[in-house]
C-alpha cells in the first residue's frame, strides 16, 4: 500500500491511478488518511453508486428511524429460511503474498 502525504504529492492524478492499478494509494493529510485510490470493477461501480446517492441514503435514514431496536427479522434468520449461501469471493488482498509472487 502506498501512502502520499498530500502537500508533497507531486505526481500527477493519472500517474497515482496507475499506481493505484497494483496496490491502493492512500492519501494523507497531517499524518491521517484522507482519501484512497483503488481499482474497481462493474459490482463495485455500481454499489458505489447506489450507496453514495442521496435518495438512496434518505430510504435508509427513514428506514431506520422506523425500525424499533429488537423488532424485524435478523439477516442470518432470513438467509437460513432461504438457503442464502455467503459468497466466497478472493480478492487480491486475500491471497498471501507468496502466492502472488509465485503465480508471476
Not at 15 to 36: D, F, N, S
Request: aromatic share 4%; charged share 35%; hydrophobic share 40%.
Amino acid at each position: 500500500m502506498m501512502r502520499v502525504e498530500m502537500s508533497k504529492a507531486t505526481a500527477s492524478l493519472s500517474e497515482y491511478a496507475r499506481r493505484a492499478r497494483r496496490e491502493p494509494v492512500i492519501v494523507m493529510r497531517g499524518g491521517k488518511p484522507l482519501a484512497a485510490l483503488m481499482p474497481i470493477d462493474g459490482d463495485d461501480w455500481e454499489d458505489l453508486v447506489v450507496a453514495s446517492h442521496p435518495r438512496f441514503l434518505a430510504l435508509i435514514a427513514r428506514s431506520r428511524e422506523r425500525q424499533k431496536p429488537g423488532e424485524g427479522i435478523p439477516l442470518d434468520e432470513i438467509k437460513r429460511k432461504y438457503g442464502i449461501k455467503p459468497k466466497i469471493k478472493i480478492t487480491r488482498s486475500s491471497v498471501p503474498k507468496a502466492a502472488h509472487r509465485a503465480g508471476r
